[in-house]
């Protein structure tokens, strides 16, 4: 299986209903999910690859509720909002490594629509100058007394190899 998989109205492709059958699969199973929802104009000369993802103010995160694709249309509602909307769409993109899903409307030729999970955030700790203390089986122990910080990380034999390699 591909890594993208591409629904396109009126192809040829003899999977392009297996194809349709999958996205539908995948929209359906965004019920209750919170979603990044984000529209952009597609370059004149139509490259994808140009577009920036980097969020922007009218980018939303939201609970999806009752997402449907009937026939070519998507349907969706937003949690604690009564309004179904709807897309009409002339093609569509699934990228299952990177679970995004690229919208082109029938009526929008211009607009692509990318939904998403939220990106995972990590929490940052920064500690200046702590204590380290070195186990067996590859345990690392770094405390910062100023903070009462404690951060315990166990390495396998291959990650500590690499780390190793790393600091050399």
């Known amino acids: 299986m591909t890594s993208t998989i591409t629904w396109q109205y009126g192809s040829s492709n ?26 952009r104009l597609i370059p004149e000369n139509g ?14 995160v939201f609970l999806i509720v009752h997402p449907q694709l009937r026939g070519i249309t998507l349907y969706w509602s937003k949690i604690g909002s009564e309004q179904e909307r709807s897309i009409t769409v002339s093609k569509l993109e699934l990228d299952i490594p990177r679970q995004q899903l690229y919208i082109f409307s029938q009526s929008q030729t211009n607009i692509v629509i990318r939904v998403e999970f939220p990106k995972v955030k990590y929490q940052m ?3 200046n100058n702590p204590e380290i203390a070195v186990g067996k089986s590859g345990i690392i122990l770094l405390r ?14 291959e990650k500590l190899e690499q780390l190793k390699q790393k600091l050399l």
């Open 125 to 127: 700790i920064e500690m």
């Open 47 to 60: 490259d994808l690859s140009q577009i920036n993802w980097e969020s922007q103010k009218f980018d939303e």
């Open 144 to 157: 910062d007394y100023q903070q009462l910080l404690e951060i315990k990380v166990t390495l396998t034999p």
């Open 14 to 39: 003899p999977e392009n209903a297996t194809h349709l059958e999958t996205i539908r699969q995948w929209w359906g199973d965004l019920e209750g999910q919170e979603i990044t929802w984000q529209q």
